[in-house]
Every structure is written in structure tokens, then in C-alpha cells.
């Protein structure tokens, strides 16, 4: 099979979650790196017209928007299987990669993520605390929604890993360095445990910020 050109900027946690499902199922890809901005203007924007990280492009086939990009893989190679057969648990995979889309990025990650670890490694800032403390509120309602949508685990949707896990786990990888973490964790073990265990799998470990950003040193 002919690789699949990944477009992305080291560090991006949606276009990890492309990564690591690439490793997961043990498809060729290329990474074709971005600096930051560049994504804003052409050529990307001809691909991505919402200038947004990732995008793919297989067989002159582009495409963008993580969710779709992750469906394709799965389905372009089946095995290892991704979504799993029982109506229920795919419902639930489904439900997850919306609750990560709508809720844990947008006003947890972007900011908690963004401000404890974004901003300082690109920019040298410093965290805004308050933006931080204000966006608290909403990081406990969503840790407390995925503590319980996860139960007794070990994955999110069904006993074995799936798109699902390796949406949220870049995400909340970024949480998992903060000093936010404990906090929101503290009672919700599952999380906590499940996150030992993403972050110990080949394809997260391959797709570090510090290893993207070798291999885009090298593209
Ligand atoms: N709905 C998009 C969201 C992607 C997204 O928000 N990516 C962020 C960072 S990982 C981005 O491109 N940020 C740069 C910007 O907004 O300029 C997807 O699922 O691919």
C-alpha cells in the first residue's frame, strides 16, 4: 500500500490521534510537517479550507477532519479492528469522539492543555491561571462523564482498544502533565489507570510530541 501523507505540526493532539492510529494498524504514512501558521495559508488551506490540523492524502485522496480520517484507516486496512462488532459499544465509541470534539477540547484542552504546556514549550509563556481556574468547573463535568462512561473499563468502547481511546488519549495526555490532573483524577481512578495505560502503548510512545518532532526534523 502506498503511504498516507499525514499533515500536521508536532504537538497537535488531533493529528497524534491520526499517528497513533496509523501505528495501530501498521500503515505506511509519511509525515509532511507544518510549522505553526503555515497551516493558515496556502498550499494547506487548498486542502483545508477550515485551516486545521490533520489532514490526509492517500492515492490523491485528501481528506480532513479527525473523526473521518480515523474511520477511513480503519476501514482501508480492517485488522486490527478499531470499532468494535456490538451495536452498544460502537454507539458508545461514537459518543466518546463527540464528547472529546465538543467538550474536553473545546474550553478544557484548549485551555488547561493550551496554557500548561502549549503556550510555554512554543511560546515561553506563562500559564494564565485564571483561565485555568475558570475552566475547572467544566474539566470536572467532563473527567466526570468519561469516569462513567468508562465504568470498569478497560477501554472506553468494549474490552479492547478503539478509535475511541486513541481520540481522547492525546488529549487528555496533555492534561495528564499538568498539576490539574491529580485534581481531576483524584477520584476517578479508571481514568487514571486508563491513561497508564494508553501512554504505555507502542503508538502513543511513538508519537510523542518530542518523537513527532524528530521525524519532522528528518522529513
Ligand atoms: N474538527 C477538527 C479540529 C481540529 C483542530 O481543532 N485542530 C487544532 C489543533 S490540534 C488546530 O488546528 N488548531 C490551529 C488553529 O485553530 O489555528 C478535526 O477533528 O480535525
Known amino acids: 500500500m502506498s503511504p498516507i501523507a499525514v499533515y500536521s505540526i508536532p504537538g497537535s493532539p488531533y493529528g497524534r490521534a491520526v499517528l497513533a492510529t496509523l501505528e495501530e494498524k501498521q500503515l505506511p504514512y509519511r509525515l509532511c510537517p507544518l510549522t505553526p ?40 486496512k480492517p485488522l486490527p479492528a478499531l470499532a468494535p462488532a456490538d451495536l452498544h459499544d460502537l454507539a458508545r ?42 475552566a475547572m468547573p467544566k474539566a470536572h463535568r467532563v473527567f466526570a462523564e468519561l469516569s462513567r462512561l468508562m465504568g470498569d473499563g478497560p477501554f472506553f468502547a468494549g474490552q479492547s482498544v478503539s478509535l475511541a481511546d486513541l481520540m481522547l488519549a492525546p488529549h487528555m495526555e496533555f492534561l495528564f502533565q499538568t498539576p490539574e490532573w491529580h485534581v481531576l483524577t483524584a477520584q476517578r481512578h479508571n481514568i487514571a489507570n486508563w491513561m497508564e495505560r494508553m501512554n504505555e502503548r507502542p503508538s502513543m510512545i511513538a508519537t510523542t510530541w518530542t518523537r513527532v518532532a524528530e521525524l519532522a526534523k528528518a522529513a
Request: glycine share 8%; aromatic share 10%.
Open 37 to 76: 501558521g503555515a497551516h493558515r495559508s496556502e498550499p494547506y488551506v487548498l486542502i483545508h479550507p477550515f485551516a486545521k490540523i490533520p489532514a490526509i492524502e492517500h492515492d490523491g485522496f485528501k481528506l480532513y477532519e479527525t473523526q473521518a480520517i480515523l474511520r477511513y484507516l480503519d476501514r482501508l
Open 93 to 134: 465509541m461514537d459518543q466518546i469522539m463527540n464528547i472529546n470534539d465538543c467538550y474536553l477540547f473545546q474550553g478544557v484542552g484548549d485551555v488547561i492543555g493550551f496554557e500548561r504546556v502549549v503556550a510555554p514549550r512554543l511560546m515561553g509563556a506563562t500559564p494564565d491561571e485564571a483561565a485555568i481556574a475558570a
